[in-house]
């Protein structure tokens, strides 16, 4: 067992993104014609993860991966972005996730997701990774693992009082009510806001109502992104939510941003404990538009050193 403490450790998904971008999304049944292919590292536990270590916070990755060419692959990459490997286990029994991605010229989206081995991990990994859960300053969890899975990390990291944030992506309507009670911080965006909560969420007014509806769940605070108008958050020891906007920039290929945001508010949880939560989503918000203003998943998120210094 390792003695090793991290700062940030993400129980998670990795997928190997196949990118295809075309002038518009296909309808079904229809073929269309790109201008240009390319395979990229994806999976929202990844990219938060990456996003994360990238500001310059020590990470682990607790997930699987097929004993296959793109596990294989995907490996390299953590070590590329330093990210600790000891516990990315590789699989024969199921491939390396993937998801087949088309991107159109107005940078929006369309995704097909197989979940392989990432569904494979279990109560056994995590208990192999115990030591790490149980020391990091920040567990980050998300729903494209089982979901069985994620709840048991979190509440490995609750019980210990890791701070945690879970991202309920992708959203399922029935949510275990277990979830927002080991939530530091619930961090969702709108259409996931909606289809928990029920309510429609189009606006930074209806965020307001669908954040109070998730915090009565039981979760310490809420953050719901909002694309170009930023976020909302909500905490549980204030009474209405704070809407906190975004710089407007040029948006080129918004695929990740989510998984910017979360991985640059790990960071910031991590690396600043004591910032208030709004200050750190504003700062989140910066980070991931820098992302959005690049194409590519991973390839767009910023590191460090492309950063103004006063984020840090
Ligand atoms: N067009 C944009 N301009 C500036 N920031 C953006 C833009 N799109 C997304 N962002 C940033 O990325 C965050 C997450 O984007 P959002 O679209 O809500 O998430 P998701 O990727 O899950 O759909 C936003 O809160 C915001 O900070
Ligand atoms: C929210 O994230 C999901 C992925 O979990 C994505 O399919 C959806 O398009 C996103 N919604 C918005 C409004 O960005």
Same mark, same amino acid.
Request: charged share 20%.
């Given at each position: 067992?390792?003695?090793?403490?991290?700062?940030?450790?993400?129980?998670?998904?990795?997928?190997?993104?196949?990118?295809?971008?075309?002038?518009?999304?296909?309808?079904?049944?229809?073929?269309?014609?790109?201008?240009?292919?390319?395979?990229?590292?994806?999976?929202?536990? $990844?990219?938060?993860?990456?996003?994360?270590?990238?500001?310059?916070?020590?990470?682990?990755?607790?997930?699987? +991966?097929?004993?296959?060419?793109?596990?294989?692959?995907?490996?390299?990459?953590?070590?590329?972005?330093?990210?600790?490997?000891?516990?990315?286990?590789?699989?024969?029994?199921?491939?390396?996730? $993937?998801?087949?991605?088309? %991107?159109?010229?107005?940078?929006?989206?369309?995704?097909?997701?197989?979940?392989?081995?990432?569904?494979?991990?279990?109560?056994?990994?995590?208990?192999?990774?115990?030591?790490?859960?149980?020391?990091?300053?920040?567990?980050?969890?998300?729903?494209?693992?089982?979901?069985?899975?994620?709840?048991?990390?979190?509440?490995?990291?609750?019980?210990?009082?890791?701070?945690?944030?879970?991202?309920?992506?992708? $959203?399922?309507?029935?949510?275990?009510?277990?979830?927002?009670?080991?939530?530091?911080?619930?961090?969702?965006?709108?259409?996931?806001?909606?289809?928990?909560?029920?309510?429609? %969420?189009?606006?930074?007014?209806?965020?307001?109502?669908?954040?109070?509806?998730?915090?009565?769940?039981?979760?310490?605070?809420?953050?719901?992104?909002?694309?170009?108008?930023?976020?909302? +958050?909500?905490?549980?020891?204030?009474?209405?939510?704070?809407? %906190?906007?975004?710089?407007?920039?040029?948006?080129?290929?918004?695929?990740?941003?989510?998984?910017?945001?979360?991985? $640059?508010?790990?960071?910031?949880?991590?690396?600043?404990?004591?910032?208030?939560?709004?200050?750190?989503?504003?700062?989140?918000?910066? %980070?991931?538009? +820098?992302?959005?203003?690049?194409?590519?998943?991973?390839?767009?998120?910023?590191?460090?050193?492309?950063?103004?210094?006063?984020?840090?």
């Amino acid at each position: 067992m390792s003695d090793k403490t991290f700062d940030v450790v993400v129980v998670g998904s990795c997928m190997t993104d196949l990118v295809s971008q075309a002038p518009r999304l296909p309808k079904a049944g229809e073929t269309i014609r790109g201008h240009k292919f390319f395979i990229g590292f994806g999976g929202k536990g $990844a990219n938060q993860c990456i996003q994360a270590a990238r500001l310059g916070v020590k990470t682990a990755m607790i997930c699987k +991966v097929g004993k296959d060419f793109f596990g294989d692959n995907y490996i390299q990459n953590f070590k590329d972005n330093d990210v600790h490997t000891d516990f990315v286990w590789q699989t024969s029994d199921a491939a390396t996730g $993937a998801a087949s991605i088309t %991107v159109n010229d107005a940078g929006e989206n369309a995704i097909v997701i197989v979940a392989g081995a990432n569904m494979r991990l279990g109560e056994e990994e995590l208990q192999q990774a115990l030591t790490a859960i149980r020391k990091a300053k920040v567990l980050v969890c998300q729903l494209e693992i089982s979901s069985q899975t994620s709840l048991r990390a979190l509440q490995m990291a609750h019980d210990n009082k890791v701070r945690t944030i879970f991202n309920p992506a992708p $959203a399922v309507p029935d949510l275990d009510f277990g979830f927002y009670r080991v939530s530091d911080v619930f961090c969702c965006n709108e259409s996931e806001a909606e289809l928990l909560t029920g309510y429609s %969420v189009n606006n930074v007014e209806d965020a307001h109502h669908a954040a109070q509806e998730l915090l009565r769940r039981g979760c310490t605070a809420v953050i719901i992104t909002l694309g170009p108008q930023g976020c909302v +958050v909500l905490k549980a020891q204030d009474k209405t939510s704070t809407h %906190v906007p975004s710089t407007a920039v040029k948006a080129v290929d918004t695929t990740g941003a989510g998984d910017s945001f979360i991985g $640059a508010l790990a960071f910031y949880l991590a690396h600043h404990p004591d910032m208030p939560l709004e200050e750190m989503a504003r700062r989140a918000n910066q %980070v991931a538009a +820098v992302s959005v203003q690049a194409v590519g998943t991973q390839t767009s998120f910023p590191f460090k050193r492309d950063l103004p210094a006063d984020l840090f």
